[in-house]
């Protein structure tokens, strides 16, 4: 443990507006992703969508989101990462005036989809512009963790200003609350923040971008739509996007990359972490309305009270990496988040589970925010700034892809019960198995490699172990 990762870190004046603006930039995608959830039955009577394509309205954000994730954080350290992030705000400006306007269901749709593309460009280029303005250790630490306590908190406040706008004004407040956000954004940012520069240029992996998107996709399509063609599809594009990588002179992703214990394990933990708590959230809500009758107001609520563990986590969380490493903290925030939903498991039909409920969520998502300042810090370190767009691509892809499946995929192990709770209850049981396990396997994955003993014997003088001789 060194002084300087627990010494107070501070900031300058210039920092703090850089903070200000992607991290505002982060919270109000965040807020964007769940605000239209508790207004969907407005939204499809405004544009006169049926009840069963209302899910639409989620899955058409959440595709494009997931989809070019990955490929838009790459394009950042080729093409510029304030150039990206600003293109993403203006993207999100026109998709939020479309759909504030939208007087049919497929403008409205079309609309989610650009706001889910603005997503996937402006998530990524910010918080690798946050990893290249703060040097690792404990400043990225803290600022990582302010990152994953907004993001967090953003689903929460969407929710609840979803219900207020909606309740006072009217859904298509919901669109155009993004509009004079975005554009204080687009006005401050290229006076604050510098554009980033790669010595060589390199050109765009094209083959592999297109299969791994189309790819991604396709999987996704499938699995929200339960359509086996669409998965096999989308597995034959990923694996053609893999022998693409093995081969080209400059890949979209380095499979060097993919091999570091760190990003690897530490992706596998955000994948984890973002399919089962938000599940866990949506499985709750169901119960919440349907079993305990209680009015969406109530239900954001009954969140947004312990939301506030997510903002202490956030804070906190930088703080115990610097004294106890991301191994431990990231393992320790799994055990929380999974062993926090297990009470759930054996929630009632009478109100006083409230009771239970309430402390557990508390807890859970302090553990839940905790895991994801660990798992970003884990997942993004040990790179070089050029490749940070990469790293932050492959984070941001790991959080959209989570919670595009994890709530159909629960949701499907729900549905094999006839009554419903009983259902709930199946489901949450496999979300405390599968985070548990996980656990165990990334402290497994995660632990410090040793030397092998064949490299200090070696007769190469790069191989032999440097010894202190006094001089």
């Known amino acids: 443990m060194t002084t300087d990762s627990i010494s107070p870190v501070r900031f300058t004046g210039r920092q703090r507006l850089i903070l200000f603006v992607l991290l505002g930039a982060g919270f109000m995608l965040s807020v964007d992703f769940s605000i239209l959830n508790v207004a969907l039955p407005e939204v499809g009577a405004g544009v006169g969508m049926g009840d069963t394509r209302l899910a639409w309205v989620a899955s058409a954000y959440a595709l494009p989101a997931a989809g070019f994730t990955l490929v838009f954080g790459r394009m950042a350290d080729l093409f510029g990462r304030r150039r990206l992030f600003l293109t993403g705000m203006v993207v999100l400006t026109g998709a939020s005036l479309l759909g504030g306007f939208a007087s049919d269901a497929e403008t409205l749709l079309t609309a989610r989809a650009l706001q889910g593309l603005a997503t996937a460009m402006a998530i990524p280029t910010a918080l690798s512009l946050l990893t290249t303005t703060f040097p690792e250790g404990a400043a990225r630490d803290r600022v990582l963790g302010l990152n994953g ?21 009217s859904w298509r407040a919901a669109f155009f609350i993004n509009v004079p956000v975005a554009v204080v954004i687009l006005l401050i940012t290229p006076a604050l923040i510098g554009e980033s520069r790669r010595p060589d240029r390199v050109r765009l992996d094209l083959p592999g971008a297109v299969t791994v998107t189309g790819g991604l996709l396709a999987v996704l399509y499938a699995i929200i739509e339960r359509h ?6 989308g597995v034959l594009l990923l694996a053609a996007f893999w022998i693409i990588e093995l081969r080209s002179p400059a890949p979209l992703v380095p499979v060097r990359v993919l091999r570091r214990p760190t990003v690897r394990w530490g992706n596998h933990a955000g994948l984890v972490i973002f399919t089962m708590e938000p599940a866990m959230i949506f499985l709750i809500t169901l119960y919440l309305q349907r079993t305990l009758d209680f009015s969406p107001f109530a239900t954001g609520l009954v969140f947004g009270l312990p939301g506030l563990a997510s903002v202490a986590a956030g804070v906190i969380a930088g703080r115990l990496i610097g004294r106890f490493g991301t191994r431990a903290v990231l393992t320790a925030g799994l055990s929380v988040q999974g062993l926090a939903t297990l009470p759930l498991v054996f929630l ?59 709530i159909p995929i629960l949701s499907a192990v729900a549905a094999t019960q006839t009554a419903e709770l009983t259902g709930m209850r199946l489901a949450l049981s ?30 190469k003088a790069e191989h032999r172990p440097r010894v202190h001789d006094g001089r």
């Not at 086996?228 to 599809?233: C, D, Q, T, Y």
């Not at 496999?430 to 996980?438: D, G, M, P, Q």
């Open 348 to 406: 009632g039909t009478d109100r006083a589970a409230l009771a239970i409920l309430i402390p557990a969520l508390f807890i859970g998502f302090f553990g839940h925010v905790t895991c994801i300042v660990a798992y970003t810090v884990t997942a993004t370190s040990g790179l070089p700034n050029e490749e940070q767009g990469l790293a932050t691509g492959l984070t941001s892809m790991t959080q959209q892809v989570a919670i595009t499946i994890g």
């Open 430 to 459: 496999v979300n405390v198995a599968v985070t548990l396990a996980s656990m165990v396997l990334i402290w497994i994955g995660l632990r410090p490699r040793r030397e092998h003993p064949a490299a200090a014997t070696t007769p």
């Open 149 to 169: 306590a907004l993001l967090s908190g953003g689903f929460t406040v969407g929710a609840l200003v979803g219900g207020t706008l909606v309740g006072l004004l």
């Open 228 to 233: 086996a063609a669409s998965a096999v599809v």
